[in-house]
């Protein structure tokens, strides 16, 4: 048994993500859930939130999104996203603009039922 799963990220200029990682988090429309490998097929909608993402060094990484689709089976994560701001942990250069970025994303979203202090308190939190 495999204990990785294919994730792969897509906006409508490219794929921003193509990796095995161990789990990811995503911000769905009921709320966040995970996946780890073997999960159930499912398809999800995903609203505007931080896409959380452990990778096989055990590091994490975020992206920030307004909205999009997951995609899951037992061993691949496939999410198409409107809009997508990564701000990974290992990129310190510039990532003050990146997280200035994922709050404009965030804030372009009119969705009353995200709470948007908790989502830019997540994004906060990778300065």
Do not use: C
């Amino acid at each position: 048994m495999d204990n990785t799963i294919r994730l792969s990220i897509v906006t409508p200029t490219g794929e921003i993500v193509s990796n095995e990682v161990k789990s990811v988090v995503l911000p769905g429309k009921d709320g966040e859930f995970g996946v780890l490998p073997n999960h159930s097929l499912l398809v999800s909608p995903l609203t505007v939130g931080v896409i959380e993402i452990l990778n096989l060094d055990d590091t994490t990484d975020a992206i920030a999104i307004n909205w999009g689709y997951a995609k899951i089976s037992e061993t691949s994560v496939d999410v198409l996203v409107d809009g997508a701001v990564s701000l990974n942990s290992n990129d310190t250069s510039g990532l003050a603009d990146k997280i200035e970025e994922a709050k404009n994303l965030v804030n372009s979203v009119q969705d009353a039922s995200v709470s948007m202090a908790a989502v830019e308190a997540k994004i906060a939190s990778f300065k």
